[in-house]
């Protein structure tokens, strides 16, 4: 029940927000597909917790959510290829867009150099194989293809208007889409009450929105993936 009270929370502060925003720009704004993102954030979540503990545990059980995780990337691949999205639009390709890499190799190393220094300035803690292995692989590979792939999609389609800056088309969606991220880490309900950590919600917004750069310069997921793994996994093995 907790899980279910902090998603219906976390989708009304999408629309809100979403509603907002739409009705201050009317003409650009289109209301389906802001309900699309709110049903794709629902069906994520509820993949994520095995429908909400309704659904049969099929893998052994570890410290890490390995069948939600496979089973809400699976949801995300066959959504993905629908017409109304397609994997390329979404940014499910290893091309990058002509010239990108000059730009983004540069970001993705101050990016790594960032999450080094954290390494070496915070203890991680003992890491088993498999804390590894799930920070190396999943992480990236299912909240990628997601929130910059699926949800980055559908809420640039519900907001239409863009503002050039950095070499990239921005637009609310790159907003909202790291906001809703950010959300998913710090911001939740349990014991009767809603909890929200503004330090969690900075170290991954913020890092959200040069994924979402990343994604919109190279046209492609895979150095957003490689980031969040790396990002993830090197505070364990520092």
């Not at 990628?144 to 609310?172: C, H, I, N």
Request: proline share 5%; aromatic share 12%; with cysteine.
């Amino acid at each position: 029940m907790n899980a279910l009270i902090g998603l219906a929370a976390t989708i009304a502060i999408l629309l809100l927000l979403g509603g907002a925003i739409g009705l201050a720009d009317r003409e650009r704004f289109a209301p389906r597909w802001l309900l699309a993102a709110a049903a794709l954030v629902a069906v994520n979540d509820a993949l994520l917790t095995r429908g909400f503990g309704t659904l049969p545990q099929l893998l052994p059980e570890g410290d890490w959510n390995w069948q939600g995780k496979l089973l809400a990337l699976a949801a995300t691949l066959a959504i993905a290829a629908l017409p109304a999205f397609g994997w390329r639009r979404v940014g499910l390709t290893l091309r990058q867009a002509p010239g990108s890499l000059v730009a983004a190799l540069p970001v993705a190393a101050l990016y790594c150099g960032f999450f080094l220094l954290l390494a070496l300035l915070f203890d991680g803690g003992a890491a088993s194989g498999e804390d590894v292995a799930f920070q190396l692989t999943l992480p990236g590979l299912e909240e990628e293809p997601f929130y910059r792939g699926l949800l980055l999609f559908a809420l640039y389609k519900a907001f239409a208007g863009r503002w050039r800056f950095l070499g990239v088309d921005w637009g609310w969606g790159a907003l909202l889409s790291s906001v809703l991220f950010g959300l998913t880490h710090a911001f939740g309900y349990s014991d009767g009450a809603f909890a929200f950590d503004p330090l969690t919600m900075a170290l991954t917004a913020l890092p959200a929105f040069i994924a979402v750069w990343l994604r919109l310069r190279t046209g492609s997921l895979l150095l957003p993936i490689l980031l969040h793994n790396f990002g993830n996994a090197i505070m364990l093995m520092m």
